[in-house]
């Protein structure tokens, strides 16, 4: 079996977690069995939802806070209908509006504020139980209750002080004394002294054996404590960015990203390091030499796959780019939207579409008003690109930083060529200057200004000069190593038992 151990996952998921989604889908082809482990708190939607908008299997998911209970993965299915028959004969009036609905209970003091999972249904995601204008309790709920939270005054606020974890028949399994940062978890047998000695618990408990893989996509707050409890199974560790620090690095010494630093110095339990580059793998292994004086085993397996090339099934749309990211300030959404207003100066008919959400949307809403581009630069919102790349004419990212980069995967698979800066590592491994898209250079001291200039510059050059059925060929042949076909062989190689 596959462990797969990371925090979390959302509607508007990072690379890391589209990442173990292709991993999963490869897995599951190559007849490999995985889990993926989940280890942090949902208190505002229920897990299952967001693990099966990313494809996952209820089966597939284990949730550290369930896990010690009977209660499986599972959608919502608990009604408003179910919550009411848990009143007793008390007297109450009832509203709704939208996804929220109120019970205010006669001569009691009381009422309930419920969260349904959406506007239309009656299915209850959570309900928050006010006392004397006290918030005192919240319950949570897919097929059952999962769990409770109980909440005391504190300094004039809802402190919360502890969490019930249920059974199916309504049985306490376990509970977490909170106060602050600090918990504990009573079981019947044993006390935890901290959320880390919970995950080793639950390592423990998955009783690995030397034919079992561990491999841990994010080590924060739970790296050391699966690395501890994982017997005689390999572990593996997913590189996701960029691992060290360049400019606090030098011939004497280097500053490993701190993701990084605790499983880089544990490289003698290490299975395997994982990079999705091979430009990453060979640094690292420098690295390691030079620094460490040791010889890791570091293995290349691209973060995601392609199910198949997607050609055009019309003409692809006239000097039409695409960008899709989530909307964070790191991926500079915002020079791309300058750059395709100075470009459409030289290019009267181009147009910009930006896919994705985040938390840059509103700034990035209020720069397209001031550029008064909103008729050529659209915002499309989180949407399946899959059959949408191919009706572009190109890609253009304007992040610094891409650990591998899948959308630059998913454009080059339906042959688009990619503007993007000359980084690390996604952009060098996806662009071949010249031959399917530009790379510009850059470095730390270059301006906003003149970021912007470059990228418009490699727009217009892109649509005035460059043989685009020429480069739209290149990105197709350099897709080719990624089909699913060819990144199973290596998941089947590298999880081997015999490797």
Known sequence: MVYNFNLGIGWASSGVEYAQAYRRNALRKAGIDARFVFTDMFPRENIQHMTENLGYRDSEIIWLYTFFTDIRIAPVTYTLGDLQKTFGNQNFTFSREG????????????????????????????????????????????????????????????????RRFFNEDGSVAYEEITDNDTVMYQFPDRLLGSKEELVGYLVSCLNLTDRDTVIIDRTTGIGQAIMQNAGPARLGITIHADHFSESSTDDQNILWNNYY???????????????????????????FRKYVGA??????????????????????KRHALITASRLASEKHVDWVVEAAAAARKQIPDLTLDIYGKGGEEKTLKELIEKLDCGGYVHLKGQQDLQEIYQEYEAYISGSTSEGFGLTLMEAIGSGLPIIGFDVRYGNQNFIDHGQNGYQIPVHDRMERKERVERLAECMIQLFTEADLNAFHQHSYEKARQYLTEEVEKRWIKLLSPAT
């Open 99 to 162: 996804k929220k609905a109120n019970y205010t209970f006669s001569g009691a003091g009381l009422y309930y504020t419920v969260y349904m999972v959406d506007e239309k249904s009656d299915r209850v995601h959570r309900v928050e139980m006010v006392s004397g204008g006290r918030l005192v309790r919240k319950d949570y709920f897919t097929y059952c209750r999962i769990y409770s939270e109980y909440y005391a005054p504190l300094d004039g606020e809802a402190h919360l002080y502890q």
């Open 261 to 287: 630093e605790y499983s880089f110095s544990q490289y003698k339990r290490i299975s395997f390091y994982l990079t999705a580059t091979d430009d990453q793998n060979r640094l690292l292994r420098e690295q």
């Open 295 to 316: 010889e890791p085993n570091v293995v290349t397996v691209p973060v995601g796959s392609l199910d198949r090339l997607r050609y055009p099934k019309e003409d692809r």
